[in-house]
């Protein structure tokens, strides 16, 4: 089986404060600490595992600057055979739109059965670019996947919907299939293990290198433009409760059961 | 078997003149409670193929305190074949979720705690310190644990208020400050321990650092023993603060009419024999009575939080050490059981919860009862 998948060096925002750039178009970047999107790195474990089982190859791909590296060279270390990354001053400023016009050219080019990304990154979160991948390649897809069995040339794929519900499709390989976390348990990679990956090929490749223009990338190529990045102001209806835990507990009890979200 | 560098166990750790006289299986405080067994693993690692560590989950119980080192009449280091066994796990993945998360995190993060590195020094926020850029004859390595812990972050707060007191002229390293990766080679974790231990060297070489004084006997451990390259002097924050109250400089004038017992942690006792400073300090406050464990320096007992214990849910069953040190603490009268290291005073604060001893006995650092006789 060959497989694709498409991964994200991204900034870890869950506790750190973020400072918005006084062009008001991105993010402060010194004193984050990055590293593979959440989503991707489940989508890099079902990669493999499914390479582990009905062998084949793993390439993994992103777009960035130098420092995502770091991604690749742990999808390396974790069984990924190959690796590229695109990099080209132009795509400041894409959209998902763009973004997967990049993918798409380097993918079109080689041999899969399965694209894998990540259901959506940690920082723009729009969880567009498998979709739209797909759309480009004209190949199907599936989002929020939990669950993948192939079986000769489909796929049974599950699909997480809202309300606890679970959807089961079958769907014509070469597919997309966007993951969603938790669907396996991604693998420790050590240090040493991230050393010995770096004789793997790892292959930069620039926009001309997959023959892109740079009219088709950027806020040129992309359907939204940014206008501003702001924090959102923050909001008067939080209600900090007060007092030893169980008077707290017991307000906050009464509290959810007054708005009727304790079941009867 | 062989280490992960492809050497033989039996060579690395000189295994072929083991005894299997067992003493150190008898002196491990997991092995009445766990499959854990220092003299069987000796044995296995000569006899047997890296496989048979695979599914040996209870590894993770071992708190690396090292007293079956201490006790082996052939000088062998039991401890260090099981951490050679963790490496093992370790690259074959075979590694518990939470102490991949550990890892994980002091990787991405600096910290094995999961959180943000612009965080660490959030502690100091309101106490203007220096940091390492304007030098200071000390440079104060917190730790991770007494920078994001909530209850261990009163710690850091009353030794500042300490090292002020008693004229010590420190900075600290703010949020370049990065784990120091004891627990992490421990964890078995090779690589990522040398990484660390090289950013380390640089920072403090950058700043100029020739003195170090931690408030963890762990991170103390790894500095002084462990690192390579270090040229800095290393200290715990016992050993500085003895001889300031030796020099006269620590002035302890506030009564404490309190009965307290000491912890030894091994990394600072066991590991290395520093017995006397911390009891010192806690005779020193007027007042105080300072009891002893019967089991006390040498023969202290692990209160398992070390050896990435922190991270690992251990496989061992029955009561745990530091629940027994609290009962003994009571036994004896103890108002306060003093420690001297983070994690001891996580383990027992948790001890003190789990016997139902609240309000009875209490946990402090040596630190915070150095404030209360100076404040
Ligand atoms: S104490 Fe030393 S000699 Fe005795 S069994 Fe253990 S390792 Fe072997
Ligand atoms: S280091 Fe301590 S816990 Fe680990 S095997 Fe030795 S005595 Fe037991």
Known sequence: MKIVVCVKHVPDTAEADVVITPDKKGIKKEGLAFGINEWDEYAVEEAILMKEKYGGEVVAITIGGKESEDTLRRCLAKGADRAIRIEDPALEGSDAYALAKVLCAVIKGMEYDIIFTGAQAGDDGFGQVGQTLAELLGIPHAALVTKVEPQDGKAKVHRELEGGLEEVLEIQLPAVLAVQTGINEPRYVSIMGIRKAKKKELKVLSLSDIGLSPDEVGEKGSLLTLEELYIPPVEKMAEILTGAPDETATKLAGILDERGLIPK | ?375
């Open chain 2, 1 to 375: 078997m062989e280490t992960i560098d492809g050497e033989s166990f039996g060579e690395k750790y000189d295994l072929f003149v083991c005894l299997q006289c067992g003493k150190c299986t008898g002196s491990c405080p997991l092995s009445m409670r766990s499959q854990l067994s220092p003299r069987k693993h000796v044995r296995e690692a000569l006899l047997f193929d890296n496989e048979v560590v695979l599914d040996k989950e209870f590894l993770w119980d071992c708190t690396t305190c090292a007293t079956c080192r201490l006790r082996c009449p052939r000088d062998l280091q039991p401890v260090e074949v099981i951490i050679g066994m963790r490496s093992i796990l370790i690259e074959e993945a075979k590694v518990p979720a939470t102490v991949q998360e550990a890892l994980e995190s002091t990787f991405k993060n600096g910290n094995p705690w999961g959180r943000a590195p612009s965080k660490r020094d959030e502690w100091a926020a309101e106490l203007s310190l220096k940091s390492a850029s304007e030098g200071a004859e000390y440079l104060y390595y917190v730790g991770c644990t007494p920078a994001y812990d909530p209850r261990v972050q009163n710690v850091a707060k009353s030794l500042v208020r300490v090292f002020k007191a008693a004229g010590v002229d420190f900075a600290i390293l703010g949020n370049e400050e990065k784990c120091c990766g004891n627990e992490i080679r421990r964890m078995g974790e090779v690589g990522l321990f040398e990484m660390l231990m090289e950013d380390n060297v640089e920072i403090f070489e950058n700043y100029g650092v020739e003195r170090i004084v931690t408030s963890s006997p762990h991170c103390y451990n790894v500095f002084k023993n462990e690192y390579e390259g270090l040229k800095a002097e290393v200290f715990h924050y016992t050993q500085l603060l003895c001889e300031k109250l030796d020099n006269g400089l620590l002035k302890l004038t506030k009564e404490l009419k309190k009965k307290v017992i000491y912890q030894d942690p091994c990394f600072l006792g066991k590991q290395n024999k520093i017995f006397e400073e911390p009891r010192k300090l806690i005779s020193s406050i007027p007042g105080v009575e300072l009891l002893e464990y019967d089991r006390e320096k040498e023969r202290s007992v692990c209160c398992e939080g070390g050896g990435g214990r922190m991270w690992a849910e251990a496989t061992a069953t029955g009561e745990r050490t530091a629940e027994t040190r609290v009962k003994e603490a009571v036994a004896l009268g103890a108002e306060i059981i003093a420690v001297a290291c983070p994690f001891c005073m996580l383990t027992f604060e948790d001890a003190v919860k789990m016997t139902g001893y609240e309000g009875k006995i209490e946990v402090k650092d040596i630190s915070e009862l150095l404030v209360e006789a100076i404040e």
